[in-house]
C-alpha cells in the first residue's frame, strides 16, 4: 500500500510540468527570433503535441486498471514530462535570443530514446 501511495504521488508531481504552448506564449514576441520560420515550427509542434496529450490523458489507464497500474501511470507522467521539457526548450531556442533558462538549461541526450537490443 505504502508503494502505490508513493507511486501515484510521484504520477502527480510528473505532471507539474508547464506546457510548451504556455512556455511559448510567456516569450516575448519582440525578440527578432519570434517571427521565424523554425520558430513558427517550434511552436506549432508544441502545440500539436499539446493537443494530441489532452485528447489522450495517459492516467485513464489507472482508473481502467486499477490500483495495480499506478507504475504504468507513472512511467507515462514521467514521459510526458520529458517531452514537455525537451518542446518547451525547443520552443527557447528557437524563439528566444535570450539565453536557457536554469530549468531548461540541459543535455537534451538525457531525454533521448534509449536503444533497445532484443536478443
Excluded at 506546457?19 to 527570433?33: E, M, R, T
Aim: proline fraction near 10%; charged fraction near 20%.
Amino acid at each position: 500500500m505504502r508503494v502505490a501511495m508513493v507511486v501515484a504521488l510521484t504520477a502527480t508531481v510528473a505532471g507539474c510540468v508547464s506546457s510548451p504552448v504556455q512556455y511559448g506564449a510567456s516569450l516575448s514576441p519582440q525578440d527578432p527570433k519570434w517571427a521565424t520560420p523554425e520558430c513558427q515550427q517550434a511552436r506549432m509542434d508544441a502545440l500539436n503535441y499539446d493537443r494530441r496529450e489532452k485528447q489522450n490523458p495517459g492516467w485513464a489507464a489507472g482508473v481502467v486498471l486499477g490500483p495495480y497500474s499506478m507504475g504504468l501511470v507513472a512511467a507515462i507522467k514521467e514521459n510526458e514530462q520529458k517531452r514537455r521539457r525537451l518542446l518547451a526548450r525547443e520552443v527557447h531556442l528557437q524563439c528566444s535570443s535570450l539565453p536557457l533558462p536554469k530549468d531548461l538549461n540541459f543535455d537534451p541526450q538525457i531525454y533521448a530514446p534509449k536503444p533497445t537490443h532484443y536478443p
